[in-house]
């Protein structure tokens, strides 16, 4: 007769905690992230990250399907560990206000990029930019798009535009491209370069704050200063406007024809006047000279 055996809360925890678990999956990861960051992926093994990691060799395909598999696991987790989604949404949500909400998470990206790397999350995911894998794709998709989508709907809400709209996107651009300039950029020569800098963090954070939200603003007005010329007809300033043909041949006609009569007007009245400003032909030079003194 079979016997039915309990399994106690400590069985519970043994069977939790065994090699094939969560927290291994995380620690293999973790090891991985930190492997493939100081030796590439073409160079990091399976071997030497379980070697490191403790773990089984069987572990790699186990949790990740192959050596590839882990690599984009990697660079997943270390994209949103240096800042997640989940992270940037919550400190939106804090206020109802558009600007009040971009000012939070432009802070904490400036804090971010004013601290400057801090783990192995920072060369890795700087590697695979400079020297894209088959993953680049895999790390867009789950991890960066995401992150471009939430950023575009916090500036279009301030810029009072759609996250479509090409200066919206501008805006995203500008904005994030130096924080991860100050991310990347060694701190031996940010102290060389510009030692007044590396001395305090906290005011270049704050400073970057006020200089992205300063260049939004700009951007938005010089949006809607556009919008307006092509709406009536006018030409915008460096480019010409696109749309509204109609209305525009309809406003440029008259002018056309004003200044064709106004040339006309004005070629009748110099046939009609005396040459003033002419040389004389060589017969009244002659005239001249013969003339008498009186």
């Avoid at 510009?194 to 260049?215: E, I, N, T, Y």
């Amino acid at each position: 007769m079979a016997t039915h055996v309990q399994k106690t809360p400590a069985a519970r925890t043994q069977r939790a905690s065994r090699p094939d678990g969560a927290a291994t999956r995380q620690h293999l990861l973790d090891i991985a992230g930190q492997v493939f960051a100081e030796r590439g992926f073409a160079d990091a093994t399976s071997k030497e990250i379980c070697e490191r990691a403790g773990t089984p060799m069987a572990s790699v395909n186990y949790h990740f399907g192959s050596r590839e598999g882990l690599y984009e696991a990697a660079l997943i987790e270390a994209h949103t560990h240096i800042v997640g989604l989940e992270e940037l949404a919550a400190l939106a949500e804090e206020s109802a206000d558009p600007r009040a909400r971009l000012r939070a998470v432009l802070e904490r990206l400036a804090k971010l990029s004013a601290n400057g790397p801090g783990s192995w999350t920072y060369l890795l995911v700087l590697r695979e930019v400079l020297s894209p894998s088959g993953a680049i794709t895999a790390l867009i998709e789950k991890a960066v798009r995401p992150k471009a989508a939430f950023m575009l709907e916090r500036v279009a809400d301030v810029m009072g535009l759609k996250p479509d709209d090409a200066a919206v996107q501008r805006a995203v651009l500008l904005t994030v491209l130096p924080c991860i300039a100050m991310m990347i950029a060694p701190r031996k020569i940010q102290a060389a370069v510009l030692p007044a800098v590396s001395q305090d963090r906290g005011a270049l954070a704050d400073d970057f704050v006020r200089f992205a939200m300063a260049g939004i603003d700009a951007l938005a007005a010089a949006h809607r200063d556009e919008k307006s010329d092509a709406e009536e007809g006018r030409p915008v300033k460096g480019r010409p406007v696109k749309g509204r043909v109609a209305k525009g041949r309809a406003v440029e006609a008259p002018l056309a024809k004003e200044r064709s009569a106004k040339g006309g007007a004005a070629k009748v009245h110099a046939d009609q006047a005396p040459a003033a400003n002419t040389r004389p032909g060589k017969p009244a030079v002659e005239q001249l000279r013969k003339k008498p003194l009186k």
